[in-house]
Structure formats: C-alpha cells, structure tokens
C-alpha cells in the first residue's frame, strides 16, 4: 500500500460550506473516454444580428426594442421563472405535501453591445461597469428581496441559449437552499472559531498557496480544498466584506483585473471559450439588511463542466446524485494547471 | 392576480427526503427554446460486438476474457473509483482541510448478453434476474460495508459511455452525502409522526392519484411532489421494506413487472431510448445491519434529463446550482403525461 498520496489514492473531503462530502478519486483520470463528445462553441458569432432578442436596436418578445446601448444594459427577463404578483399557494392539506409563495422579479444584464465578445476579451473598464451594474442591482432588488441572485451561464453546454455576453439576476422572496446552507455554515463557523469561515479560509490558501490560481492586493482565487468540478474555482475578497454593493472604487477595479486574468486562464486552459455557471453569494438582504452579517463573507463560485478537453466533460450523474460528488483529478492539480497557464489570452496573443 | 393555479403561478415545494426546497414555474414551458440540441441515442446498436468489453467473450482493460455468459454478469470495474486498500490520509491540519479515508469496491453488473437490448425491451424473467443480482450484491458487498450504491447511467446524455445494457455498483467504508441526509430526515420523521415518512407517503399519493404513474399489488410510482428534473420519478413499495434483499419472490416479480411498465413509458414519451440515471437506496448495511432501520424504506429514484422531446434536456445550471433548483412543468402535469401512454414499448408494437 504504502504512504497515503491524494495523487494515487482515493480519500473523501469534508466541505465546510456546504456540509457535504466529496469523492477524490484522482487515480480515475487514467480510463480511457468512449463516451459523449460535446460540440466545442462556435466561434463565428456575429458582432451585431438585429434577430438576436439581446443586441441594440434588436426586438425582443414582448415587443419592446432595446436602445442603441453602449455599455452595459439591464431589462426584465421576458419568459421570468420568478414573478412580483404570483398568487399564495393554498394552506397545506399535509406535512409531506408543503408548498409556500414564491414571488420575485428575473432580470437579464448585457455585459456589452457585442454579441461577439466574452469577458476575458473586454477590457478593464467595460469589466468594471458590469460590476458596478451587480452592486447596483444587488442592492435596488436587495432593498426589499430577501435573496439577489447574480448568475451568468457561460456557453451551450451550460443550457445558455444566445452567445450575447449576459448574465442573470433573480431576486426572490425566499432564500433559496444553497444561501440558507451557507448562511447555516458561516454562522456556525463564525460561533465556534471567532471568524468568518471564508475569511479564515482565504488567510490560510494565501499561506499554503498550492490551491492558489491568482491573487492580488484584494482578491484571490483557489480551486476550493473541496471543489467538485473539474476545475471550480472559489473568487475571495480578502478583507471581510458582506454584499457587492461594499466593495470600494479600487476593489471593484482590482476585481475587473482579476476576473480577466481567471477567465482568460480558462479560455487557454483548453483554447475554447471555457463555458462556466458562475453567481456570487453575499449576506442575504431585504430583511435581513438589518441584521449582523459578520458571519457572511462575499463570494464568487465558478462551476466549469469541462475535464479533459474542449469536448469532453465531467458527468455529474448516477453515483453523483444518487450517493456523493465524486473528481477524477485532485484541486491541486487542477489548481497547478491554471496557474502554469499564461495571463494573455490566446485569441489576442501574437502566434 | 386570481386564485392559485399550480400550472399558471410560481410557488416552492418542499422535499422532506433531502430537506430542502424546488422553485416550480410552471409558466416556463412557454418560453422558446434556441439552446443546445442533444444528439439522439443511437439506433443501431451491434446485439453483439467483440471490441465492446461488456460482450461475452470480449477481452477487458485488463486483459481478462468474458465468460459466454448467458444471463446477468458481473465483474470488477476496471477503473474504480473506489478501491478497497486506499491508505488514510493523515491526520488534518486544520478544520478547514479535512479528509477521511475512502476505501470500497466498484463493480459492474451486465443485465444481458446482448447489446441491443434495455430493460423495458427484456422480458420479466430477465428483469427478474436483474433484481436478484440487485439484492445478491447488496447483501454480499453490505455484509461489510456501510453503504452500497446501486445506479445505472443510461444513455450517453447521462455519461454512459457503452450502450451493453448494465449498472454499477459502489460499496464504500462511508455512508455517502446524500445516504446520510436521508437517513436524518427519515428518522425524525419516524420519530416526529411514528410511522416511516416514504410508507405514509406512499399510502397518501395512492389516494390522492394525481401524481401516480403505474401501481400494482406491492409498488407504486410517482412523480414525487417535491420532484426536480421533468419526469423523474420515485418507486415505492407498499409495505415496510429496509433492504433489496428482504423483497420475497413475488414482490421481485411485480418489481419486474413494475419496471418494465415505468420504462416501456419513458421510452414512449419521445419515442427513444429514455435516458436516465437511477439507484437504489435501502437502510445502510455493515456495521447498521445490526441497529434498529424502522425509519428507513427501501426506493429508487428515476432522474431523467429530458424536458421537450428527445433532444432537449433540462440544464440543471446557474440558478439551480448557485441557489436552487427549479422545474418548468408541474409533477401533476408530468405525471399526467406519463399515465396516458401506453404500456406496449413503440418499438414493439403494431403500427
Ligand atoms: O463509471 P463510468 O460509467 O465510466 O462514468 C460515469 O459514471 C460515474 C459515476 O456516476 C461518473 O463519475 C462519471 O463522470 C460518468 O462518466
Ligand atoms: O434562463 P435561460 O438562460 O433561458 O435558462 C437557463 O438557465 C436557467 C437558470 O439557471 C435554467 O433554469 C434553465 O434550465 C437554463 O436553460
């Protein structure tokens, strides 16, 4: 048998964000793959198609056209899972029978005029505007939506139906299972240790740095101790911070500089536009504004599905959602990967 | 705004199995959908093909030589995800790196000698042994482990990467995340209403009907209330029951019979090869063989990725994997669906 190596040897890891598990099983990455290829991303999208819902001056479904925008630009989504007025469900006729209200308002934010564009390839400036418009939003759905959640799906694999660079925001009622889990750990954490988990985390993978894909003077960015995809990764602040809309003139600059390096690394991890969900997690809002977030530290999740290629991906089925998240390569390895590749991308860099 | 219309308003169910919550909007299914389209499965599957190494008498990875075999089949994985002398990591450094020894076997079961073939296409005698090979290992493997995950991955969709027909089957020394989620849960309901909370399940949706799919004399089929994906479903007996081996043998026949009538649906609704992934979970074996398993009823779970027709899925993405989970059609309408098809498999039967 010999000593214990996480690179040959399968062992579990505990997530303490999430109370959960995960299968390492790094040994895995040796079988050979039979099985579905995926088609890579097309990379021949048009600047401008006056038939795409979401460029300038285009139509969208309801009618409406949107202005010649130069920057960024925010309207409701015209097919919303999440409306204001939605009806209370009837009281419930059982225990095991428990519906409750969901109302709430889905917003869709363009990141720029361009459909052929990404946000590795827009500049600093364009990168800050979308991050002034999250903290804007956060904090003007925030004021009465207990929950803002900011989410972009990144390319078909990842159920996005338009290449226009766009993210979502569905702000709702209720906090939803991953904030009430999260809000859940921190708490405890902050009880038990005196603070903030992710504060506390951060401190120590800026030590251990094996975890580290960048970092600067505010932010840095690990593939988790626990990360699940192939090659998640986790965007900390390094300064305790509770809600986007907190984050200073030169943090949100230095958050613009470090998403473009991140992305720009998974863009030439693969030479593909790298398809991702990503969403931040803040401490909740509405109600809650009032209340003490000092266990809350804001956060970026990134969930990339690719492992071996720009066509072949992790499945996240049988044994997944049936047992445990299970990884066929371990975080530091995947985390050695990123960091050795180069902060230019590989679209705009001389051949 | 009206009175409640389940179809018509978003609302959030509760799942008292996995103690947390689903976003139901049924409104969405109105939207267009312009993203991804997913390849068919194939048609044309060889019955029998030498380079496949699931054949009998093909050659595996490691070198081994299939038996002639003639009914069900089963061999070690030749790339486990769990092996059962992994060494223990050593001791944590700190609370937030934690890991834990993972030792176990992973095995796979053939369900027959022909490629060509699925479980709704085989007759009951062949299911049959199916089942009997199901409750075989569990109680083989469970005599020493905690936990035995039983699952099939059906279709490329789903990860599975060789159209044999056939499962998997992972024991290991831990008792996976969602294994001990569900033994919570399943405990305090026994202990909060004195009866297990899948049997009085059961008995309500057999009264209530509007989410049954197929019953007979000892199983029913729902789309459970709380259910995520478009149809998945939940597969119940009617009397208490911890563990696949405990099934007598006319329970095992109508568990047949049960199957192949769920399946020969799935098939139906788009006319293919229903992808899925399905697994078992009983009480937990090994070391709880010997403790009180009262809360604990034996089930599968069907979870299906289709949504639309045979080549749009469901994505299980941003919204769902940063916040929660969300459905685009209502249990009672998939189940509705499921009900009206037939139970003669559209490849079988006369045109
Ligand atoms: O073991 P297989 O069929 O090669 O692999 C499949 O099922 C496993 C268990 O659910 C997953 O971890 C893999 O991602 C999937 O491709
Ligand atoms: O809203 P979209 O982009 O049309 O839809 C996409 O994101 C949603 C939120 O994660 C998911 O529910 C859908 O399944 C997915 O296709």
Redesign the pocket.
Same mark, same amino acid.
């Given at each position: 048998v010999g000593s214990f190596q996480p690179r040959e040897h399968q062992h579990v890891r505990y997530n303490p964000l999430r109370d959960d598990w995960v299968l390492v099983s790094a040994h895995r990455m040796r079988?050979p793959w039979q %099985?579905q290829v995926e088609i890579p991303p097309r990379e021949d999208v048009p600047r401008c198609d006056l038939s795409n819902p979401l460029c300038p001056g285009a139509a969208r479904a309801n009618g409406e056209v949107n202005p010649q925008y130069t920057s960024t630009f925010v309207f409701d989504n015209d097919f919303p899972a999440l409306q204001p007025d939605a009806p209370e469900p009837d009281a419930c006729s059982h225990p095991l029978f428990r519906a409750a209200s969901a109302q709430g308002v889905c917003k869709v934010l363009c990141f720029h005029p361009w459909s052929d564009l990404t946000l590795p390839l827009m500049s600093l400036a364009e990168i800050r505007a979308v991050i002034d418009q999250w903290a804007e939003l956060t904090a003007e759905l925030g004021a009465s939506y207990p929950w803002v959640q900011i989410f972009e799906n990144k390319g078909a694999m990842m159920g996005c139906s338009n290449p226009h660079p766009h993210c979502q925001v569905w702000a709702s009622n209720f906090l939803p299972n991953e904030a009430r889990l999260e809000d859940r750990t921190q708490r405890q954490h902050l009880q038990e240790r005196g603070v903030p988990m992710l504060l506390e985390y951060a401190r120590l993978e800026a030590q251990r740095k094996e975890r580290l894909v960048v970092e600067n003077a505010d932010w840095l960015v690990v593939v988790p101790y626990w990360a699940v995809w192939p090659f998640q990764t986790l965007l900390l602040p390094r300064r305790h911070i509770c809600r986007l809309q907190e984050l200073s003139d030169s943090e949100r600059d230095s958050l613009a500089s470090i998403m473009k390096r991140l992305l720009t690394k998974y863009d030439n991890l693969f030479e593909v536009s790298f398809p991702y969900s990503m969403g931040w997690h803040g401490a909740p809002t509405g109600p809650h504004l009032g209340e003490d977030c000092g266990h809350w530290q804001l956060h970026a999740h990134y969930y990339p599905p690719l492992l071996r290629s720009a066509t072949v991906r992790?499945?996240m089925? %049988?044994?997944?959602m049936l047992a445990q998240a299970?990884r066929d390569l371990t975080p530091e390895q995947a985390a050695e990967r990123l960091r050795a590749l180069p902060e230019e991308h590989h679209r705009v860099r001389p051949r």
């Open positions: 079988r %099985g992790k499945f089925v %049988g044994y997944e299970q």
